[in-house]
């Protein structure tokens, strides 16, 4: 250091520059650190019962009950799994078919009006997204009552934002120059849009329904805790009957079908592109 | 190009249909079986179809019916406000937890720079997509039976869910870096460790930076459910609320977590604007 | 009685913002081949748009097959559109559709709303189209995707399905300029051949002037939204070209 302070004005310059991002580098990182160490106290050591977790030993012996599977749970998995897996399809289906709207409001383009529509559909892109899921379930349960149903439109409402954010995007971005010829054959507003955009968004659109559909796997596994069916609501039962084998089951059981997904979204994607 | 053949027009144009035998039967068969699944399903899972059409408009009318007019003194009682601020600190203690963990694990699990792509390659897979299979709300639970009730389960249980979340898009920008530097660093015969960190992180350093707040963002999100299965923070009001048919309550509470999620959304989006001038 | 006559056509596309046209007038008769020539941003584009109004004229008339363009509503405008067949400088073909369904398209303004849901066009049409293929030499590549020809190919596309509209008035927007010198002339000598054939004058902005001098029986000079030139393609002298692109050269 001392050796660049003595050197030409002009490297002085540079090097307080230097000294100024250094101070607020060094800042930022002493900020970061005493916030996190403000939060490790809040949450893990005022907030924490160690002597009831009973130490290494005690969370050794609860970690342990889990892995005794329950092997004879094989055969109610069966039907849960499936609902599970028709619950996701159905709600990203259901999904696709509330985001078409909303695209169609929240792409400035082609937005039927900017100053009110417009703001409505990003807000329900946004709202769609920002509600976890387990709360949309939960107002859907209190809506229909329990059942596969409000798992279902729970899974399609929190679809709804990321489809409709990414479609509208797309619209935003087509192309204009088939759009202006499908006007110049004298086609009409639907004609534009069926000849015009749809063919160059629905790759995009079809990629970000199968990743959503991916998604949607995960999702609709955990809707049985709130009263939704399939295999939350198995893993629910087991988790109150104490039966720690079984919930270890229930979770390879959803980890077999998530890769399963995995799999179908793979070569589905290589089919759409 | 041949175009030596040229084909007679009026007999084609007689016999000239956009299906095709194989290729259209495949498609028509499949969106077919698709459709049928999907009808399926819905008989299978005991669906109302009236109630599902009617479902939206219920929606509106619940809402209007129950929520309305949402408890605001509630949500802005001290003790509500002061879990918000645990859920704050449980989103962010799991958020860089997460990411610090899932840093190896991305770089175990990029294939082209993994220092052992037979061994630490699958098992670096392996982590990140477990951590992100299960759904945060399992985690939770599963942490709870565990650990008991309380913010350290909520934390773990968002550690878990970040380290899936952000250690697939590391590896996925860590597979997307340019080798040059990562060949030129192999040949001057740097160690995988000695190449993942002059040549990668370098490359990579803005990138990461921008999905660990993005990363803490989509955790705030998770936060404010952990607590409805015992993990700390505003759920376990919400849990509290929903049992005790607290409907005003509820309502109030949904829209706080929706306020608070947008607030997030938009400091994170801030910073992760003020990370990429910064690049 | 000219096919399509303008006069005093003025267009501004925003209110505050340049007139790119500043009072037009010159008629196209029936069997004109008519070339708008003129340095770049001198207004062809907009000019030739304006006639089927994908551009808003901002004054002025244009009565086109004795109608008053700018008085259409939407559903007479998109009627009178199915008349006028148009090329574009970038095909403006649909990528992901077959060669055959972008063809098609040209009749889109005949075709209802449940027909072009199911691509469901009609024995007539798909003949015709067949027809058209061969006419313009691409009978080879009647199911490829549109995205595999190449630009002379693509050009020929587009020109199938303008003719498929049964135009009385082709509208022709620098037809050539995304082609290389030798595919220009043929598309060109292409154009002008089915223009005769069919007995339909054209409207052509180009920016090549040796190609509006070979193909064109008229040539009409823009520069910078006013009309310099209008007259026979023999009377353009070399005075009146540099009076056209004066502004380029400085």
Known sequence: MSATDSLAGSLNLQTGLRRKRQLRLALIWGLFILFTAWCVNGTIIEDTDWSRIGGRSGVLASFGRYIQLDLGLVSELILPTIETFMMACVGTVLGCFFSLPVAWLGAANVTPSRHILYPVGRFLMVLSRSVHEIVWALIFVSAVGLGALPGILAIAMRSVGFISKITAEAIENIDAKPVEAIRAVGGNQFQVMYYGILPQIYPVVLATVIFEWDINIRRSAVMGLVGAGGLGLLFFRQMNSFNYGGVTMVILAILLLIVLGEVISHYLRKAVI | ?279 | ?250
């Open chain 3, 1 to 250: 009685m000219a096919v399509l006559s303008v006069r005093n056509l003025k267009v501004r596309y925003s209110g505050k913002g340049p007139e790119i046209l500043k009072g037009i007038d010159f008629d196209v008769e029936g069997d004109d081949f008519l070339a708008i020539i003129g340095p770049s941003g001198a207004g062809k584009s907009t000019l030739i748009r304006c006639v089927n109004r994908l551009v808003e004229p901002t004054d002025g008339t244009i009565t086109l097959l004795d109608q008053d363009v700018r008085a259409l509503k939407p559903r007479a405008l998109r009627e009178l559109r199915r008349d006028v067949g148009m090329i574009f400088q970038e095909f403006n073909l649909i990528n992901r559709m077959s060669v055959m369904d972008n063809v098609l398209s040209g009749r889109l303004g005949y075709t209802g709303n449940l027909r072009s849901l199911f691509r469901h066009f009609t024995k007539d049409d798909i003949r015709q189209a067949l027809d058209f293929l061969e006419r313009v030499g691409l009978s080879d590549h009647v199911d490829k995707r549109a995205d595999e020809l190449s630009g002379g190919q693509r050009q020929r596309v587009g020109i199938a399905r303008a003719l498929m509209q049964q135009p009385k008035l082709l509208l022709l927007d620098e037809p050539t300029s995304a082609l290389d010198p030798k595919i220009s002339q043929e598309v060109m000598a292409l154009i002008r051949e089915i223009a005769k054939e069919l007995r339909v004058p054209a409207l052509c902005n180009i920016h090549d002037v040796q190609l509006a001098k070979e193909f064109c029986n008229r040539i009409i000079g823009l520069q910078d939204g006013i009309k310099k030139f209008d007259g026979e393609t023999r009377t353009l002298r070399d005075a009146d070209l540099e009076d056209i692109y004066a502004m380029e050269v400085l």
């Open chain 2, 1 to 279: 190009m041949t175009e030596l053949t040229k084909t007679p027009s009026t007999p084609v144009a007689e016999t000239w249909s956009r299906y095709r035998f194989p290729g259209s039967l495949y498609r028509f068969g499949s969106l077919l079986g698709v459709l049928v699944f999907l009808v399926y399903s819905l008989h299978f899972l005991n669906v109302d179809i009236p109630l599902l059409f009617g479902a939206l408009g219920g929606l509106v009318g619940v809402v209007a019916e129950r929520y309305y007019p949402p408890d605001l003194a509630y949500v802005t009682d001290p003790g509500y406000l002061a879990t918000v601020v645990d859920t704050l600190q449980m989103s962010f203690l799991g958020a860089i937890a997460g990411v610090f963990l899932s840093i190896p694990l991305a770089w175990f699990s990029a294939f082209n720079v993994s220092p052992n792509q037979r061994l630490l390659f699958p098992l670096g897979r392996f982590g990140v997509i477990s951590c992100r299979a299960i759904h945060e709300t399992i985690w939770t639970i599963l942490f709870v039976s565990i650990l008991g009730f309380g913010m350290l389960a909520g934390v773990s249980a968002l550690t878990m869910f970040c380290v899936g979340f952000a250690g697939k898009l590391f590896s996925d920008e860590i597979e997307a870096v340019d080798m040059g530097p990562v060949d030129a660093m192999r040949a001057a015969g740097a160690n995988p460790f000695q190449v993942f960190v002059f040549a990668v992180v370098p490359q990579v350093r803005v990138a990461f930076t921008g999905i660990a707040i993005y990363t803490w963002d989509v955790a705030f999100r998770a936060a404010t459910v952990v607590g409805f299965f015992g993990g700390g923070g505003m759920g376990w009001y919400l849990k509290r609320n929903v049992q005790q048919l607290e409907n005003l309550r509820v309502g109030a509470i949904i829209l706080s977590i929706i306020a608070m999620v947008l607030i997030a959304e938009f400091i994170s989006g801030w910073l992760r604007k003020v990370v990429n001038r910064a690049k």
